[in-house]
């Protein structure tokens, strides 16, 4: 049995729903598990202590809940993982401020700090199935502070579309999911409003269920008009829209090594390149010295295409969503459609790779990659996947 595997074996089950907490700390990341019964919280909020207490009691009230466990088992093992990460970000993010515990950002952390964990260690990656089971777990991290927080957000119509669209790339994840795990981190806290939050969560998922987004994306009238209301436009949700996009520019994401260069020419030939890589070796610039001129080049060599509604493959790394954005910004302003491609293969495959590769990057600057590894998410361009190869 794989480490993996004796975890998964550990998620609570029929017939009695006990926790092994002993064999979660044998089996599971025994250095998070032990850092956040260090990590201590706004008393206000949290009565029990130490992140490591509300994690457990997070996990016991999961458990203990009719709609966990009529829940199939993949999605009963994403939830509880969920839950069993989802305040690692405060390990990091936990500070002092003006005399009071916070933990600022702490879910965007301990997204990234889960998908490091899941995919590195416990080798989550490289198929289809996986890549979804661990963003749906990353996901579900990534967004718990929302529900709570829904009637305070800008748009929060419009929030939980985008948090909903997701559901087309990790199929298993849902506001309904999410809601569940955040009614059991509600729940699991000691503090005077504790109901009071877990009726707002239960509001949150009524409001979902308004906007037909509960148990999956909301079904737009083409890709043009989902990205037009996601991205701001004002907008009706249910509008159809004139595309009046000329083609479309391909933006390629993944960490150096995965096979970026094979997947191009394999399914986008015919298309010209626009390459970092090939711009820094032609500028005979080092990936370690500053990057503006080749950032620049790789620019100007876009416009070209864009001017000539030419439509091409912007062949970088791209790895956050800052990076993404400047670049998709780019091209809309030319009225070009926008498809984001992720690729990823298994770990040990991604490492060996690089190695392999003419222009190894250092593992150090690998694992400081993988580390801020964001995946693209739906509500970024028209068009998104997620590929293994």
Not at 129 to 140: D, H
Request: proline letters at 5%; hydrophobic letters at 40%; aromatic letters at 8%.
């Amino acid at each position: 049995m794989t480490e993996w595997e004796k975890l998964l074996s550990l998620v609570p089950g029929p017939s009695d729903w006990r926790i092994d907490w002993n064999g979660l700390y044998a089996a599971g990341p025994r250095s998070l598990f032990e850092k956040m019964s260090e990590v201590y919280q706004n008393p206000e909020w949290h009565g029990e202590g130490d992140v490591w207490s509300h994690t457990q009691m997070v996990c016991e009230g999961l458990a203990g809940m009719a709609s966990f466990r009529g829940l199939p088992l993949r999605q009963r093992w994403e939830v509880f993982l969920a839950a069993l990460l989802h305040d690692i970000g405060k390990i990091p993010c936990t500070r002092l401020e003006n005399g009071c515990l916070v933990s600022p950002n702490h879910t965007g952390v301990g997204a990234r700090m889960a998908r490091e964990l899941l995919r590195v260690t416990y080798g989550l990656g490289g198929t289809r199935e996986q890549l979804c089971f661990r963003e749906t777990v990353c996901s579900l991290i990534r967004y718990h502070s929302v529900p709570i927080h829904i009637l305070s957000q800008d748009d929060p119509k419009r929030r939980l579309y985008k948090i909903a669209a997701n559901g087309e790339l990790a199929e298993d994840f849902t506001i309904a999911l999410l809601c569940m795990l955040v009614e059991a981190d509600a729940g699991g806290r000691i503090s005077k409003d504790r109901q009071e939050t877990v009726e707002m969560v239960r509001l949150c998922a009524e409001f979902a269920d308004e906007l037909s987004c509960l148990r999956g994306p909301f079904p737009f009238s083409s890709a043009y008009a989902q990205h037009a209301y996601l991205s701001g436009r004002k907008i009706q949700p249910e509008q159809e829209l004139y595309d009046d996009t000329w083609g479309e520019v391909i933006l390629m994401s993944g960490l150096p090594g995965t096979g970026k260069d094979t997947w191009i020419r394999e399914r986008f030939g015919e298309f010209p390149m626009v390459s970092l890589d090939e711009i820094r070796r032609r500028m005979h610039v080092a990936p370690r010295e500053p990057q503006g001129p080749v950032a620049a080049a790789a620019r100007e060599e876009a416009k070209e295409y864009l001017r000539k509604k030419q439509p091409f493959v912007w062949n970088a790394t791209n790895l956050t969503p800052s990076l993404r954005e400047k670049q998709i910004r780019l091209f809309q302003d030319y009225h070009a459609s926008v498809r984001i491609v992720y690729l990823e293969t298994g770990w040990e495959e991604q490492t060996a790779r690089n190695r392999a590769r003419a222009g190894e990057v250092p593992q150090e600057a690998l694992d400081r990659m993988m580390k801020n590894l964001v995946l693209p998410e739906r509500f970024e361009a028209e068009r998104v996947e997620w590929n293994c190869v």
